[in-house]
T-cell receptor
Framework: GQQVMQIPQYQHVQEGEDFTTYCNSS?????IQWYKQRPGGHPVFLIQ?????EVKKQKRLTFQFGEAKKNSSLHITATQTTDVGTYFC?????????FGQGTRLTINP | EPEVTQTPSHQVTQMGQEVILRCVPI?????FYWYRQILGQKVEFLVS????????KSEIFDDQFSVERPDGSNFTLKIRSTKLEDSAMYFC??????????????FGDGTRLSIL
């Protein structure tokens, strides 16, 4: 079945620095979703990307879907301590989500 | 904002025993899911459920597992004869509309299952 590779596995930054996580697939994706999971919490939907080359912004978060629809990225500008957590990309299949490994973001205040 | 609720929050069970994890999906949602997450690892799909039947299941979801919607609100996951490796956080999720995998999914807080 479809799988997605997500890197890096961990990222530690100073507060105020930027952060980026990447997801890559060997096959063309119909869509990709991003979720955030706070420590001890559950995944929370952030956004869905569907169109080739799509870029969406939510305040300091910028989401991109590659032109070939095989990769996606999430970029956070000027991180804050509230951004701590694990960010997962997930492939939206017919009846399920296939999650990437996640990038765990920790922040030094 | 409506949310998915799961009970219990933590379940401790002896190996070989049966457990039932309970979920109340968001009321107007049509698709229901179970996922599990072993500590520190990614979220893994177990099963999806639509129109009172399983629509897709993963390799993890073997004969040990079953799901049921016993009434109009609850959605349950039963694990028969639990094994040590079943210890994980189990998340229930639901989504609205058609094409379940292409809709945002709303997750409950999870049930932490510990098998002794």
């Amino acid at each position: 079945g479809q799988q997605v590779m997500q890197i890096p596995q961990y990222q530690h930054v100073q507060e105020g620095e930027d952060f980026t996580t990447y997801c890559n697939s060997s096959t063309t994706l119909s869509n990709i979703q991003w979720y955030k999971q706070r420590p001890g919490g559950h995944p929370v939907f952030l956004i869905q990307l569907v169109k080739s080359g799509e870029v969406k912004k939510q305040k300091r978060l910028t989401f991109q879907f590659g032109e070939a629809k095989k990769n996606s990225s999430l970029h956070i500008t000027a991180t804050q301590t509230t951004d701590v957590g694990t960010y997962f990309c997930a492939l939206g299949g017919a009846q399920k989500l296939v999650f990437g490994q996640g990038t765990r973001l920790t922040i030094n205040p | 904002e409506p949310e998915v609720t799961q009970t219990p929050s933590h379940q401790v069970t002896q190996m070989g025993q049966e457990v039932i994890l309970r979920c109340v999906p968001i009321s107007n949602h049509l698709y229901f899911y179970w996922y599990r997450q072993i500590l520190g690892q990614k979220v893994e799909f177990l099963v999806s459920f639509y129109n009172n039947e399983i629509s897709e299941k993963s390799e993890i979801f073997d004969d040990q597992f079953s799901v049921e919607r016993p009434d109009g609100s609850n959605f349950t996951l039963k694990i028969r004869s639990t094994k040590l490796e079943d210890s994980a956080m189990y998340f229930c999720a639901s989504s609205e509309g058609t094409g379940g995998g292409n809709q945002p999914q709303h997750f409950g807080d999870g049930t932490r299952l510990s098998i002794l």
